[in-house]
Every structure is written in structure tokens, then in C-alpha cells.
């Protein structure tokens, strides 16, 4: 009978110790992983480092991004690309996308925006949408690569298509402005809509803007106010401000509320958006709507910042609380006539016509 080579013997030996390291491994990673999901980050760590010191790719992806978020163990951008890079290498498309945020911002890593181009470009052919999203932005803005707003668009379409609110966005805003693609208002729309669906606020701002403007479909003002709403719930002062216009005008079938234009002019305000909602703050506190008290200080802070900004109408005001004495203010028609041509030189025209009348009493 003929020997069973040596070798061959110690195969089944080989193989079952092959077998019980892939199954400890596999045990470590998901035990880990089970206490990174409940915020156990101390408990997570040594886990999932133990399964990432075994080769695992997986491991090494989520044990550098521990490093990289400081989750469990002091914040090391170097550590984090070195497994991130040991992840990449063996094609984890995670991996290769974070690896690139590192040399694209040049931590733990010297910055090469070419060499986080490359490897953009091998997470995102693997279908990635984060990556996807993080090529076209290279492109977009030329970085570590020539400007490219056609290839720009094939990106973040790519990545909108796998469901990628910013990159939805992005393409609403190609269609919109006819950047990289033809334009298409039609699909603007319909990709700003799918964003916005899951609550991006700069497409439900943008949605908001063309229902406002009847772009792309039937003016509809309020399906304007409802994503303005949603929106400016999330903080977008740009929805804050228009909401605080839209209630203080009245017309195109919204009613005046001075409540609500208080509401969403005092947040603009405060966050910085001072145009429309300066305007509003001014009026809100020279005639006390919104249970405001007359407030002359507060009316003259507020439609002096509206005047400044270029506002023409605030400017006006101005001359009529001048021109009047409204709340309290000592009247000066040598300053209200001054504001009036000022407001005219601004191009708004009823001053004007106030103008004239004050010159024929003089």
C-alpha cells in the first residue's frame, strides 16, 4: 500500500485550523460590530482590531474609521490610513472612499489631490455612491484633475440614481442651470422632488423656488410655502427669509399673518439672511403687529439694516417714519426727503410721487 505523503496528512489539520481562525474572525467582527451599533465604542474597539490584525478587510476598513472618528480610542489620522490603505488594497470600496477624504484634506496622510482622485475613482467604478458623489465634486471643481462640468454631471448622476440625496440635488441643479447637461427645467424638478423627498433642505428650498416662480409647473404657491416650510424648519435661512416675505406681503393667495411673518422673519434675522427679513422686523415693530410693542429703536435698527442691503422699500419707510413721525420718532422732512430720493435712486418708484408731493409744500 502506497504512503499518504506527509503534507497531504497535515492538510486536514491545516484546513480546520484555516477554518476555525476565518470563524473566529468573522466572530470577533460581528461582536464588535454589535457593540459599535449600541455606541459600546471602548468594547467595539479591541474586537474589531483583533479581526483586522487577521486580515480582514472589513475589519481593518471599520478599525480605521474608529481611528478616524475617535470612537473607542484616541482620534489618530495616521492610523486611520494605515488601515484604511490596508482595506483599499484589498478592494473594499469604503475604504478607498475614506482613504481619499484623508489625502484630499491632507490628514495622516501628506495631501495629494491626485492620489485622492485615484482612489475616488476605484470606489466609485465599484458602484459607491459616496464616492461616486466625491469624484463628480473633483471634477466640478478641478481638483487633482482638470475641471470637467459634463463628467462632473455622468458622476453625481450616477450616484443620485442609487438614491443620494446631495447628489440629487446636485443633478436638479445641473438640469436647472444647464451646467454639464442640457438644460431641462422638467427634470430639475423631478430630481430636486426626489431629494427633497428625503428632506435635503436646499431642495426642498429649491423645490419651494420653483413652484414660487411657476418653473417647470404651474405656479402653485402653496406647495411653494410647504417645502419653504420644511425647509426653514430644518434652518435654511434662505426658506426663512421667503416664508417671512410671503406672510407680510399679501398676495398670490397667501394672507397677511403677521404672526408667522414674525416667526420666520425673527429666525432669518437671527441667522443672518437680513434682506427680507430685516424689512419685515422693521414694519413688525413701527406699527407692533405680531403683539409686538411699537418699538421706534428697534423699527429704525431693523429698516436701516433693509436700506443698507440694498432694500429700496425700507428706504422708503424710512422717509415716511421720518416724513410722520411714526412711533414716536421726532419728525424731519429735511431727512424724509432725503431717504425718498435715495429710495428713488434705489428704483422704487411710489417714492417718487412722495417726493413731489413733499417739494410742493415746501
Known amino acids: 500500500m502506497k504512503a499518504t505523503p ?87 470600496p469604503k475604504a478607498q472612499n475614506n482613504l481619499a477624504n484623508l489625502y484630499k484634506r491632507g490628514e495622516g496622510v501628506k495631501k495629494n489631490l491626485k492620489t485622492a482622485y485615484d482612489w475616488y475613482v476605484k470606489s466609485a467604478k465599484q458602484g459607491q455612491p459616496i464616492a461616486q458623489f466625491n469624484l463628480a465634486i473633483m471634477y466640478e471643481e478641478g481638483l487633482g484633475v482638470s475641471q470637467d462640468d459634463k463628467k462632473a454631471f455622468e458622476w453625481y448622476k450616477k450616484a443620485a440614481e442609487q438614491g443620494h440625496m446631495e447628489a440629487q440635488h446636485k443633478v436638479g441643479y445641473a438640469y436647472r442651470t444647464g451646467t454639464g447637461v442640457k438644460k431641462d427645467e422638467t427634470q430639475a424638478i423631478l430630481w430636486y422632488a426626489k431629494s427633497a423627498e428625503q428632506e435635503y433642505p436646499p431642495s426642498m428650498h429649491a423645490l419651494g423656488y420653483m413652484y414660487s416662480m411657476g418653473i417647470a409647473a404651474t405656479q402653485n404657491k402653496k406647495k411653494a410655502v410647504y417645502w419653504y416650510r420644511k425647509a426653514a424648519e430644518k434652518g435654511d435661512m434662505g426658506s426663512q427669509a421667503n416664508l417671512c416675505h410671503i406672510y407680510y406681503a399679501d398676495k398670490d393667495g397667501i394672507p397677511q399673518d403677521w404672526d408667522e411673518a414674525y416667526k420666520w422673519c425673527s429666525l432669518a434675522a437671527e441667522n443672518g439672511n437680513i434682506k427680507p427679513a430685516a424689512l419685515g422686523m422693521g414694519m413688525i415693530y413701527i406699527y407692533g403687529y405680531a403683539g409686538q410693542k411699537v418699538d421706534s429703536e428697534k423699527a429704525l435698527y431693523w429698516l436701516n439694516k433693509a436700506s443698507e442691503n440694498g432694500m429700496a422699500n425700507a428706504t422708503y419707510l424710512l422717509g415716511g417714519i421720518y416724513e410722520l413721525g411714526l412711533g414716536g420718532v421726532t419728525v424731519d422732512r429735511k431727512k424724509a426727503m432725503a431717504l425718498y430720493q435715495k429710495a428713488i435712486d434705489g428704483g422704487f418708484k411710489p417714492a417718487r410721487k412722495r417726493l413731489a408731493q413733499m417739494q410742493q409744500l415746501i
Not at 26 to 34: C, I, K, N, R
Not at 49 to 54: I, P
Not at 66 to 73: K, M, N, S, T
Request: charge should be neutral; glycine fraction near 6%.
Open 6 to 92: 506527509s503534507f497531504l496528512r497535515l492538510f486536514p489539520v491545516l484546513f480546520t485550523f484555516l477554518f476555525i481562525s476565518i470563524f473566529a474572525t468573522a466572530g470577533d467582527l460581528e461582536e464588535g460590530m454589535a457593540r459599535y451599533e449600541k455606541q459600546q465604542y471602548k468594547e467595539a474597539f479591541p474586537l474589531i482590531e483583533k479581526a483586522a490584525r487577521t486580515g480582514n478587510a472589513e475589519a481593518q476598513f471599520q478599525l480605521g474609521r474608529l481611528y478616524d472618528r475617535a470612537e473607542g480610542v484616541a482620534q489618530d489620522y495616521k492610523k486611520a490610513a494605515e488601515w484604511y490603505t490596508k482595506s483599499a488594497k484589498q478592494e473594499n
